[in-house]
């Protein structure tokens, strides 16, 4: 099929199998190869089909998600991760998964993540891919404005199926992990999908600071400064990154740090 994105299912259960396949069947621009009951099975066929996108769960016998996704050299196909375990997420996104998805997949999440490959595929290599339609779907999840959460002192934040109401003044710092952050807070942390760009336009400017590409923190919790080096007042070191350096020393000629 002329601009579709070719994919491969690997799941243990038939269930979730069967979810992803009719899901996919939904979307003219997807091409199902194949499926796959466990990883040592998806070697041979993913090796042999070399589709542009795996739908991979993580927890599987004999070799999970994470361990397969290791034995790509220099093919290595798009991959979103499908599993109930929110904690593999940190591990997914340090081997450059596009997306993660947690069970049980709703078709509007499901459209996201396609969408996503669908920008990551135009944008790319792959020859495939240069006019695929981007695939329009209802908005279900709830919204609010950046100028009704900063006059709230909150922001809410979704976190797995639920949402979170977090104080502004509870924020020490902010970690990036692509299209997911860590929100580091006095009481807890918490796993949201976000980008760094976002959460920078929510936090006041006035207090919080981007420090490197993947940080952002908050300046009263700014306990010192060594080198290329900040030390929060929850023990955690954060490194200055290059572009940064010249906003932080301004900020420490004028006495606002």
Known sequence: MENSISCIII???????????????????LNLLAKCENAIEALERV??????????????????GIEFIKTFSTYKPIIVLTTAY????????????????????TFDRFVKAINKVREKLAYGNFSTQSQIPEIQVN????????EAQLKNRQILFKENKKYVNVSIDE?????GMKDYLKIHTTSKMLITHMTMTRIEQLLPSTEFLRVNRSFIVRKLSVKAIKGNTIELTTNREVPIGTRYKEVIKELLDGGAL
């Open 139 to 146: 908005e279900l999840e709830k919204t609010t404005s950046a």
């Open 86 to 105: 929110p904690e593999y997420a940190i591990d997914g996104y340090d081997l450059d998964v596009l997306d993660f998805i947690l069970k049980p997949i």
């Open 47 to 64: 090796s042999t089909l070399r589709p542009n996108l795996i739908f991979l769960d993580v927890n599987m016998p004999e070799m999970t």
């Open 171 to 175: 924020i020490h710092f902010v970690e």
């Open 11 to 29: 799941d243990d259960e038939h269930l979730g199998q069967e979810l992803i396949e009719k899901y996919v069947k939904r979307i003219p621009s």
